[in-house]
């Protein structure tokens, strides 16, 4: 059993940092990859970010510049520094790890970037 835990979202001003976090725990030999989702009501899930064991990272444009994903294999953590936040930056994010062929996602945490 896999357990996908994310936290550290909330209410911020535009212009203001968060920073997540995900914590997966249970039976896993290696985590290849780490990433982040978001996803308004209603629209697709996208990708914000993602991050492989190696270290080699990927952003979706909209992102670039203001978030960064890191990762802690020991602790089979990743992060998500989200700074200058925008208004349109207002979804619900979701943690996702890839172990082999297996994909798990976390129960999703609220992000309001308030003008």
């Known amino acids: 059993q896999v357990q996908v835990v994310e936290s550290g979202g909330g209410l911020v001003q535009a212009g203001g940092s968060l920073r997540l976090s995900c914590v997966v725990s249970?039976?896993?030999?290696?985590?290849?990859?780490m990433g982040w989702y978001r996803q308004a009501s209603g629209k697709q899930r996208e990708l914000v970010a993602s991050i492989i064991t190696g270290g080699s990272t990927n952003y979706a444009d909209s992102v670039k510049g203001r978030f960064t994903i890191s990762r802690d294999n020991a602790k089979n953590t990743v992060y998500l520094q989200m700074n200058s936040l925008k208004p349109e930056d207002t979804d619900v994010y979701y943690c996702?790890?890839?172990?082999?062929?297996?994909?798990?996602w976390g129960q999703g945490t609220q992000i309001t970037v308030q003008v």
């Open positions: 996702n790890v890839r172990v082999g062929s297996l994909s798990y």
């Open positions: 249970g039976r896993i030999f290696r985590i290849n990859v």
